[in-house]
């Protein structure tokens, strides 16, 4: 948490609200300050550029219509939060096609829900932003990277701190889920690669890849793969994937220009918006996903091709509908060469059994099967969590 508070400005009137929303943020984290009119709102985000606005729906003495349409021109992804009461409420689904982030129906009868809706509105803003400074950064390291793998080998540090700037935060929270990843590579650089964002239709759209090689050779690739989930994010829609199946073909196809030697393999997953389902796609990637329920505990179905070798490839999605309280764990290949047993079959029922205990916990996980005290394993390992704990 950054040691300066994060401003949220307050245009309206209305003592009692404003009073409500000071109350339920944490004055350590955020400064309310209350303002009247739109020049003074405008003037204030100009020159200290707020975390968030307020406004008001049951303040007459402006248009909100209009201050909406001002303060989009100055800052296009400033969180602008509606605050409606049960009079203005019909107000709210215009503003919010023309450009409003949520709204707050006042008197609101939990104070947390502010907190919320205040957090969530900043984070997803930074969220944002940080995706946008990673695009515009790999756009110019990819071509040098892709171009000489050379550059890398020769620079394995470098590299790394390359690498690590791709990967995505984690924890990362996400309308009730958290995601949460580990990479351990065999050598400084990794061939797995782990990532996960917000599609502009509200799904969560995440994968674990795992690419054929280690080190530089591996780890050019996975920089390849954060260029294109850039261009996917942006361009879905244009793309015409609209299913988990379609996306691996999408990534196959781009994977397949590239005239790349390696292949890599791919579970991908697609969580609705409304959180109910999941619709998946396996090009190859083993070991299965785990799924974790009160109910049961049980693999997804595995299959399909590696990206990156046959063109005429093809992926089917499933979908499965998900309990209200789950998880889901993800693994790399590299976990089989930790395990002690010496069959397959028998490695698969260790790492259901691990799930299936209750070790669903990334970091109980990876104390489990030893990953904080090793300094060398024979290959990559990543372990991805994706939980809802209801």
Request: aromatic letters at 8%; proline letters at 4%.
């Amino acid at each position: 948490m950054s040691a300066s508070r994060s401003e949220v400005l307050v245009v309206n009137n209305t003592t009692g609200a404003n009073n409500q929303i000071a109350v339920a943020l944490d004055d350590r984290v955020y400064k309310v300050t209350p303002i009247t009119g739109p020049e003074r709102c405008l003037s204030t985000i100009r020159d200290q550029s707020p975390a968030l606005v307020f406004l008001s729906l049951f303040d007459d003495s402006y248009d909100v219509a209009d201050l909406l349409k001002q303060v989009r021109a100055l800052e296009t992804d400033l969180p602008v939060v509606l605050m409606a009461n049960s009079a203005t409420v019909a107000q709210v689904t215009a503003l919010l096609e023309s450009g409003a982030t949520d709204y707050l129906l006042f008197p609101v009868p939990d104070d947390s829900l502010i907190d919320y809706c205040v957090t969530n509105c900043i984070q997803r803003r930074r969220e944002k932003r940080k995706r946008k400074r990673g695009d515009r950064d790999l756009k110019r390291l990819n071509k040098a990277l892709v171009e000489s793998l050379k550059v890398l080998e020769m620079d394995q540090q470098a590299g790394f701190r390359v690498q690590q700037g791709m990967m995505p935060d984690s924890p990362y929270l996400a309308d009730g889920f958290t995601l949460r990843h580990l990479i351990v590579p065999s050598l400084i650089l990794s061939g797995d690669f782990i990532d996960y964002f917000e599609l502009p239709d509200g799904r969560l759209l995440f994968y674990i890849a795992d690419v054929s090689g280690h080190g530089a050779s591996g780890a050019i690739v996975t920089v390849l793969l954060k260029s294109l989930s850039g261009r996917l994010f942006s361009e879905v829609d244009e793309l015409g994937a609209a299913d988990a199946g379609e996306v691996l073909t999408w990534f196959n196809r781009e994977l397949l220009a590239c005239n790349l030697e390696q292949h890599v393999t791919m579970f991908l997953g697609l969580l609705s918006e409304n959180g109910r389902s999941l619709q998946y796609a396996n090009a190859a990637h083993f070991p299965a996903t785990i799924l974790r329920s009160e109910e049961t505990t049980r693999y997804l179905e595995v299959g399909g091709l590696p990206l990156g070798i046959y063109p005429s490839a093809s992926y089917e999605c499933k979908e499965v509908t998900l309990p209200q309280v789950f998880t889901m764990v993800m693994f790399s290949d590299g976990v089989f060469e930790i395990l002690p047993e010496e069959t397959l079959k028998a490695k698969e029922e260790h790492l259901l059994s691990l799930v299936q205990c209750d070790l669903g916990d990334i970091d109980t996980m990876a104390d489990h099967l030893g990953l904080g005290e090793v300094k060398e394993v024979p290959d990559d390992i990543a372990v991805f969590t994706v939980a809802r704990a209801g």
